[in-house]
T-cell receptor, first 111, second 114 residues
Framework: GNSVTQMEGPVTLSEEAFLTINCTYT??????LFWYVQYPGEGLQLLLK?????DKGSNKGFEATYRKETTSFHLEKGSVQVSDSAVYFC??????????FGGGTRLMVKP | NAGVMQNPRHLVRRRGQEARLRCSPM?????VYWYRQLPEEGLKFMVY????????ESGMPKERFSAEFPKEGPSILRIQQVVRGDSAAYFC????????????FGPGTRLTVT
């Protein structure tokens, strides 16, 4: 079956530091890949997506590249802000239409 | 354009009671998905519905849980005879149809069973 593994948190960074959150996946087909963000007490918001190999998704300074050879979709941001503090979920969707999520990574950014 | 609506946002039930969670998809969306988030865990798929049809319920517990998406009105996730282990956040998502892989999430219903 499908699965998503992402680095455990919490990840604690100072403002303006570089962020990487690792995500790898296992899928039977050719999935689309997503990063969702969850702010405290809220639902999930789609941050970015990539639908095929070598696609780069980007939004709000965050980027992730769909790497089929390493089955990875690592999230990066060059300079984090306090307002980026949240839980980040890597996810994939395959032919079945349901999202398969990783366990989430909590990011804490200190001023 | 209103997003996915869920109510109630918070629900407290005693063991043995029933919980009813409602989800109104985004306008124009005919596909609804329910996910459950246990404390400190990721989201797990429960069920996928279209209007009047259950498409995939492979993530639903076999007993006490049911879901519907009637022709008119919101989708309902129903949990009968709740137990403490049902305490979780339940999220609904919607999409316009097959081939549209983006799912838009509601704010969730946080169920607490006392």
């Amino acid at each position: 079956g499908n699965s998503v593994t992402q680095m455990e948190g919490p990840v604690t960074l100072s403002e303006e530091a570089f962020l990487t959150i690792n995500c790898t996946y296992t899928a039977t087909g050719y999935p689309s890949l997503f990063w969702y963000v969850q702010y405290p007490g809220e639902g999930l918001q789609l941050l970015l997506k990539a639908t095929k190999a070598d696609d780069k998704g980007s939004n709000k300074g965050f980027e992730a590249t769909y790497r089929k050879e390493t089955t990875s979709f690592h999230l990066e941001k060059g300079s984090v802000q306090v307002s980026d503090s949240a839980v980040y979920f890597c996810a994939l969707i395959d032919a079945g239409n349901m999202l398969t999520f990783g366990g989430g990574t909590r990011l804490m950014v200190k001023p | 354009n209103a997003g996915v609506m869920q109510n109630p946002r918070h629900l407290v039930r005693r063991r043995g009671q029933e919980a009813r969670l409602r989800c109104s998809p985004m306008k124009g969306h005919s596909h609804v998905y329910w996910y459950r988030q246990l404390p400190e865990e990721g989201l797990k798929f429960m069920v996928y519905l279209q209007k009047e049809n259950i498409i995939d319920e492979s993530g639903m517990p076999k007993e006490r849980f049911s879901a519907e998406f009637p022709k008119e009105g919101p989708s309902i996730l129903r949990i009968q005879q709740v137990v403490r282990g049902d305490s979780a956040a339940y999220f609904c998502a919607s999409s316009p149809g097959t081939g549209f892989h983006e799912q838009y999430f509601g704010p969730g219903t946080r169920l607490t069973v006392t």
